[in-house]
Protein backbone atom coordinates (compact mmCIF):
# COMPACT_ATOMS: atom_id res chain seq x y z
CA UNK A 1 0.00 0.00 0.00
CA UNK A 2 1.84 3.19 -1.53
CA UNK A 3 1.26 6.08 1.28
CA UNK A 4 1.71 8.37 -1.38
CA UNK A 5 0.25 8.17 -4.91
CA UNK A 6 2.04 9.73 -7.92
CA UNK A 7 0.29 10.24 -11.43
CA UNK A 8 0.49 9.87 -14.54
CA UNK A 9 3.46 7.50 -14.56
CA UNK A 10 4.79 9.04 -18.02
CA UNK A 11 4.21 12.12 -19.67
CA UNK A 12 5.53 13.75 -22.92
CA UNK A 13 5.18 17.56 -24.18
CA UNK A 14 6.64 19.27 -26.50
CA UNK A 15 9.02 22.39 -25.60
CA UNK A 16 7.58 24.88 -24.36
CA UNK A 17 5.16 22.55 -22.50
CA UNK A 18 3.93 22.75 -18.90
CA UNK A 19 3.90 19.25 -17.56
CA UNK A 20 1.80 18.75 -14.78
CA UNK A 21 3.03 15.47 -12.03
CA UNK A 22 0.17 14.92 -9.02
CA UNK A 23 0.74 13.35 -6.11
CA UNK A 24 -1.82 12.58 -2.92
CA UNK A 25 -0.56 11.47 0.62
CA UNK A 26 -2.79 9.64 3.52
CA UNK A 27 -0.71 10.39 6.38
CA UNK A 28 -1.80 13.45 7.60
CA UNK A 29 1.77 13.55 9.81
CA UNK A 30 3.59 14.25 6.77
CA UNK A 31 5.15 18.07 7.35
CA UNK A 32 7.83 17.66 4.73
CA UNK A 33 6.89 17.24 0.83
CA UNK A 34 10.13 17.30 -1.35
CA UNK A 35 10.36 16.58 -5.13
CA UNK A 36 13.11 14.68 -6.53
CA UNK A 37 14.74 14.46 -9.66
CA UNK A 38 16.81 11.89 -11.19
CA UNK A 39 18.55 11.46 -14.86
CA UNK A 40 19.30 8.06 -16.04
CA UNK A 41 22.17 6.17 -14.53
CA UNK A 42 22.24 9.24 -11.54
CA UNK A 43 20.59 9.23 -8.27
CA UNK A 44 17.57 11.18 -7.23
CA UNK A 45 18.61 14.88 -6.13
CA UNK A 46 16.62 16.82 -4.58
CA UNK A 47 14.67 19.68 -6.88
CA UNK A 48 12.50 21.46 -4.85
CA UNK A 49 10.75 20.84 -1.14
CA UNK A 50 7.34 22.59 0.28
CA UNK A 51 6.11 22.83 3.81
CA UNK A 52 2.32 22.20 4.27
CA UNK A 53 1.97 25.89 6.10
CA UNK A 54 2.93 27.53 2.38
CA UNK A 55 0.11 26.66 -0.52
CA UNK A 56 3.06 27.25 -3.64
CA UNK A 57 6.76 27.55 -3.73
CA UNK A 58 8.82 28.61 -7.25
CA UNK A 59 12.02 28.12 -7.99
CA UNK A 60 13.07 28.95 -11.11
CA UNK A 61 10.72 27.28 -13.98
CA UNK A 62 9.68 24.70 -11.48
CA UNK A 63 6.46 25.15 -8.92
CA UNK A 64 4.93 22.94 -5.86
CA UNK A 65 1.14 23.99 -5.77
CA UNK A 66 0.26 21.95 -2.43
CA UNK A 67 -3.27 21.69 -1.10
CA UNK A 68 -3.27 20.51 2.26
CA UNK A 69 -7.03 19.77 2.80
CA UNK A 70 -7.18 17.78 -0.03
CA UNK A 71 -3.61 15.99 0.64
CA UNK A 72 -2.45 16.74 -2.69
CA UNK A 73 0.59 18.24 -3.96
CA UNK A 74 1.55 19.28 -8.23
CA UNK A 75 4.96 19.88 -9.25
CA UNK A 76 4.26 22.13 -12.52
CA UNK A 77 7.65 22.24 -14.61
CA UNK A 78 7.05 25.88 -16.72
CA UNK A 79 8.47 26.36 -20.57
CA UNK A 80 9.96 22.91 -20.08
CA UNK A 81 13.14 21.83 -22.26
CA UNK A 82 14.71 19.12 -23.42
CA UNK A 83 17.05 19.04 -20.82
CA UNK A 84 14.27 18.51 -18.06
CA UNK A 85 13.55 15.15 -19.82
CA UNK A 86 13.82 12.72 -16.23
CA UNK A 87 11.90 10.83 -13.85
CA UNK A 88 10.40 12.98 -11.02
CA UNK A 89 9.68 11.40 -7.37
CA UNK A 90 7.30 12.95 -5.03
CA UNK A 91 7.74 12.51 -1.30
CA UNK A 92 6.96 12.89 2.28
CA UNK A 93 8.52 12.97 5.59
CA UNK A 94 7.38 13.17 9.13
CA UNK A 95 9.70 14.84 11.31
CA UNK A 96 8.74 13.21 14.27
CA UNK A 97 9.60 9.74 12.90
CA UNK A 98 12.90 10.97 11.93
CA UNK A 99 14.10 11.82 8.26
CA UNK A 100 12.71 9.04 6.40
CA UNK A 101 11.44 9.67 2.77
CA UNK A 102 8.14 8.31 1.32
CA UNK A 103 8.16 7.90 -2.22
CA UNK A 104 5.57 8.27 -5.40
CA UNK A 105 5.90 6.21 -7.70
CA UNK A 106 7.91 8.18 -10.03
CA UNK A 107 6.44 10.05 -13.43
CA UNK A 108 9.35 9.55 -16.60
CA UNK A 109 8.87 12.93 -18.65
CA UNK A 110 10.32 13.30 -22.54
CA UNK A 111 10.45 16.61 -23.41
CA UNK A 112 10.42 16.96 -27.20
CA UNK A 113 12.35 19.24 -28.59
CA UNK B 1 30.22 18.78 -2.54
CA UNK B 2 28.40 15.95 -0.38
CA UNK B 3 29.21 12.16 -1.74
CA UNK B 4 27.67 9.18 -1.68
CA UNK B 5 29.64 6.39 -2.95
CA UNK B 6 28.37 2.81 -3.65
CA UNK B 7 30.63 0.07 -3.72
CA UNK B 8 29.23 -1.33 -7.30
CA UNK B 9 27.66 -0.23 -10.41
CA UNK B 10 26.68 -3.79 -11.87
CA UNK B 11 26.77 -6.99 -9.39
CA UNK B 12 25.26 -10.29 -10.65
CA UNK B 13 25.23 -13.07 -7.98
CA UNK B 14 23.56 -16.75 -7.79
CA UNK B 15 20.65 -17.48 -6.28
CA UNK B 16 21.40 -18.44 -2.28
CA UNK B 17 25.02 -16.15 -1.88
CA UNK B 18 25.24 -13.78 1.09
CA UNK B 19 25.59 -10.23 -1.26
CA UNK B 20 26.99 -7.05 0.64
CA UNK B 21 26.20 -3.57 -0.71
CA UNK B 22 28.79 -1.19 0.19
CA UNK B 23 28.18 2.72 0.95
CA UNK B 24 30.15 5.19 2.61
CA UNK B 25 29.17 9.21 3.05
CA UNK B 26 32.04 11.75 3.21
CA UNK B 27 30.04 14.48 5.06
CA UNK B 28 29.81 13.38 8.47
CA UNK B 29 25.47 12.83 8.05
CA UNK B 30 23.75 11.10 11.21
CA UNK B 31 21.11 9.51 8.86
CA UNK B 32 22.05 6.76 6.39
CA UNK B 33 19.11 4.62 3.86
CA UNK B 34 18.96 2.25 1.94
CA UNK B 35 15.98 2.21 -0.55
CA UNK B 36 15.05 -0.09 -3.43
CA UNK B 37 14.10 1.04 -6.77
CA UNK B 38 11.52 -0.68 -9.38
CA UNK B 39 9.28 0.53 -12.11
CA UNK B 40 6.46 2.05 -11.10
CA UNK B 41 6.74 1.57 -7.24
CA UNK B 42 9.59 4.49 -6.59
CA UNK B 43 11.64 4.08 -4.19
CA UNK B 44 10.80 1.91 -1.23
CA UNK B 45 12.75 2.00 2.61
CA UNK B 46 14.57 -0.93 2.92
CA UNK B 47 16.65 0.45 6.82
CA UNK B 48 18.04 3.27 7.55
CA UNK B 49 20.05 4.57 10.92
CA UNK B 50 20.34 7.49 12.85
CA UNK B 51 23.97 6.64 14.59
CA UNK B 52 26.33 4.36 14.47
CA UNK B 53 24.82 0.59 15.78
CA UNK B 54 21.46 2.18 15.20
CA UNK B 55 19.49 0.46 12.58
CA UNK B 56 15.58 0.45 11.82
CA UNK B 57 13.39 -1.36 9.86
CA UNK B 58 11.84 0.60 6.86
CA UNK B 59 8.73 -0.59 4.59
CA UNK B 60 10.58 -3.75 2.87
CA UNK B 61 13.40 -5.25 5.40
CA UNK B 62 12.24 -8.53 4.68
CA UNK B 63 15.44 -10.60 3.43
CA UNK B 64 18.12 -8.18 4.31
CA UNK B 65 20.18 -6.61 7.23
CA UNK B 66 22.29 -3.92 7.73
CA UNK B 67 25.53 -3.22 9.45
CA UNK B 68 26.63 0.70 10.81
CA UNK B 69 30.11 0.39 12.69
CA UNK B 70 31.33 3.50 11.63
CA UNK B 71 29.25 7.18 10.71
CA UNK B 72 30.29 6.93 7.20
CA UNK B 73 29.57 3.63 6.19
CA UNK B 74 26.33 1.76 5.93
CA UNK B 75 26.49 -2.03 4.64
CA UNK B 76 23.07 -3.83 3.26
CA UNK B 77 23.29 -7.65 3.44
CA UNK B 78 21.31 -10.04 1.45
CA UNK B 79 21.08 -12.94 3.48
CA UNK B 80 20.28 -15.61 1.13
CA UNK B 81 20.00 -13.63 -2.06
CA UNK B 82 16.66 -14.36 -4.58
CA UNK B 83 15.99 -13.20 -8.00
CA UNK B 84 13.20 -11.32 -6.68
CA UNK B 85 15.67 -9.15 -5.01
CA UNK B 86 16.59 -7.92 -8.70
CA UNK B 87 16.65 -4.64 -8.51
CA UNK B 88 18.05 -1.12 -8.33
CA UNK B 89 19.62 -0.49 -4.90
CA UNK B 90 20.35 3.17 -3.52
CA UNK B 91 22.22 4.58 -0.64
CA UNK B 92 21.39 7.87 0.99
CA UNK B 93 22.63 10.19 3.50
CA UNK B 94 21.11 13.21 5.26
CA UNK B 95 22.16 15.39 8.77
CA UNK B 96 19.21 15.01 11.39
CA UNK B 97 16.56 17.90 11.78
CA UNK B 98 13.98 19.60 10.11
CA UNK B 99 13.42 19.12 5.89
CA UNK B 100 17.14 18.02 5.55
CA UNK B 101 18.31 16.99 2.11
CA UNK B 102 18.91 13.79 1.40
CA UNK B 103 21.91 12.65 -1.09
CA UNK B 104 21.69 9.77 -3.15
CA UNK B 105 24.69 7.57 -4.74
CA UNK B 106 24.68 6.32 -8.25
CA UNK B 107 22.78 3.31 -7.28
CA UNK B 108 24.07 -0.74 -7.78
CA UNK B 109 22.06 -2.74 -9.74
CA UNK B 110 22.00 -6.37 -8.73
CA UNK B 111 20.99 -8.83 -10.65
CA UNK B 112 20.38 -12.18 -8.92
CA UNK B 113 20.34 -15.18 -11.39
Known amino acids: QQQVKQSPQSLIVQKGGIPIINCAYE??????FPWYQQFPGKGPALLIA?????SEKKEGRFTISFNKSAKQFSLHIMDSQPGDSATYFCAASDEAAGNKLTFGGGTRVLVKP | DVKVTQSSRYLVKRTGEKVFLECVQD?????MFWYRQDPGLGLRLIYF???????EKGDIPEGYSVSREKKERFSLILESASTNQTSMYLC????????????FGQGTRLTVV
Open chain 1, 27 to 32: NTAFDY
Open chain 2, 92 to 103: ASSLLGMDTEAF
Open chain 1, 50 to 54: IRPDV
Open chain 2, 27 to 31: MDHEN
Open chain 2, 49 to 55: SYDVKMK
